[in-house]
């Protein structure tokens, strides 16, 4: 298990896996088997079996399945590319339901 902290010392993004290394040299860490992510603050979940993060590139990325939950919906994928904070990530060959709000025309 893995926890990150925001400024205030607050949880906002755990990860478990069974299965996780960390070379120094290459500054590169892998974990596998049932992955799970969880950013509190977007009240979000990944979930996947293979994952590697690459520090000197601040780059985490999967070449498998993975699905992500949010309260807009479900989506799935056939892996991600993300940067290191999660802010931003790219799901390849993305499927599923999700809800989109609709903007009221009078407002």
């Known amino acids: 298990n893995l926890y990150f902290f925001d400024s205030l010392m607050n949880v906002k993004t755990t990860l478990s896996a069974h299965y996780g290394i960390s070379w120094e ?3 590169i860490m ?7 992510i969880t950013d509190f ?4 979940t990944l ?4 994952l590697i993060w690459d520090q000197r590139q601040k780059k ?3 070449d498998v399945f993975v699905k ?9 994928g056939d892996g991600f590319d993300a940067d290191e904070s999660l802010n931003s990530y790219t799901l390849r060959n993305p499927r599923g339901i999700f809800t989109i709000q609709e903007e009221d025309p009078e407002k």
Do not use: A, F, M, W
């Open 25 to 27: 040299k290459t500054k």
């Open 30 to 36: 892998e974990v596998k088997n049932d992955i799970v």
């Open 41 to 44: 603050e977007k009240d979000q």
């Open 47 to 50: 979930n996947t079996e293979h």
């Open 60 to 62: 985490i990325y999967s």
């Open 68 to 76: 992500r939950t949010s309260p807009d919906g479900v989506l799935y």
